[in-house]
């Protein structure tokens, strides 16, 4: 190894990728990382003559959606790779010549949809092996480019069609799902704006009905809303989905589906009017009837539900009959609605959580409650894992979201002895366990299923130097 044939680049560099379109892009340069990996959204695979090629789409300028270019590679292959947060996913690897200064040569890159610790490329070891020396005290050591000049070598490429405006109805920001639609919304070139449910009011009027923001913006002019709704917030969460329909505003969930969905009682009879299997259940209001209401289920052991609870906070086993009346009349004096179900014992603390996405189960994991413990939901400590769900699975969770009207469900099943059975439907599902376990981009899907429902497409213009212009569409 001679020295003098090897350039010293800094901590992060400008690079071009001349066969993906790419003039410039911040690469950052992290040796502690194997292979490169570009940062790719909206990836899809394609057939070329009968090879695996893929697209993408990249925004090169870090901190900026403003330019999406769109490229295509050939597959080399898939490869599983860990990323900085410890997951482990499945990405398809190109190959593509880089230049660096002067200086170019051919990489392998990996396509990462999701992590790439906010950088647009990572360079890796693999690709500066026996050609660089790292000096990572500094950065830019083969040129920097100004903003002018990044404007000047991006000036061919224009996005000509903008964005929706998407408002995402929830209370807290820094939620991981929040954060994750906001940020599918972004990367995808729309205009996300997050909309807290307690500082939207609204103004009922015949003629001119509005919605406004705290300070006095409208939001008449929101193409659609996403609701994530806190279970305490309801009531005024739904009348505002109301009011933004009224407006022709399109709602990733309907006002009644939610609510339908957010009574137990309600929800479990629609399922049961409509063939769907449950847990056998009861509900009376009065305390007289309590041992007959028990008989009614089977007996102990049985399950005794807070009909507002969540999380698996209100779900009770009461392991005999003792136990089950005392616990039947402690809530029901304190007037709470409660129901009673059988207990599915041969569930053994295990249940399923099906995404479901304008009728399709887009994932699905299991949940398995930690030792000692019936209740599987993740807020009880929980285990997720991914499962292959059945064919009749997949049909009741799809059959259980369209009963109640939702675009968008986390339908949850137990399997028993008879069959999988629906023990409730979620109308904001999480995303962070599902996502985390599969490693799907679950949010992305959330906002594809808008685009659709919008009829809404992307078209990028891309003019190259010699004035040629491709026009492309993509889904
Ligand atoms: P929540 O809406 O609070 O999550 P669920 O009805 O989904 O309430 O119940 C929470 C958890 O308790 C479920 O995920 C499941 O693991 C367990 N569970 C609920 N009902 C039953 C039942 N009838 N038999 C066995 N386990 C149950």
Known sequence: MELKEHIIIGGAEWCAFPNLNIPAIKARVDSGAKTSSIHASNIQKINKKGEKWVSFEVHPIQDTRRITLRCEAKVIAQRIVKSSSGISEKRYVIQSLMKIGNYQWSIELTLANRDSMGFCMLLGREAMENRVFVDPANSFLLGNYSEEKIDELYQHIKDIRSGLRIGVLASNPKLYSNQRIMEAGKERGHEMIFLNVDQCYMKLDSTNPEVRYRGGSSLNNLDAIIPRIKPNLTFYSCALIRQFDSLGIFCANSWESISKSRDKLYSSQLFSQNGIQIPITGFAKSPLDTSDLINMVKGAPLVIKLLEGTQGKGVVLAENTKAAESVINAFKSLHANILVQEFIKEAA????????????????????????????????????????????????????????????AGVDIIRSNRGPLVLEVNSSPGLEGIEKATGKDIAALMITSIERQLGWQRELIIRLPENEIILQETH
């Open 349 to 408: 603390g295990k249940d399923i959580r099906c995404f479901v996405i304008d009728g399709k189960v887009v994932a699905s994991i299991q949940r398995e409650a930690v030792k000692g413990e019936f209740r599987a939901n993740l807020h009880q400590g929980g285990k997720a894992s991914v499962i292959k769900i059945t064919a009749e699975e997949k049909k009741l969770a799809v059959k259980a979201a369209k009963v109640l009207g939702l675009h968008i």
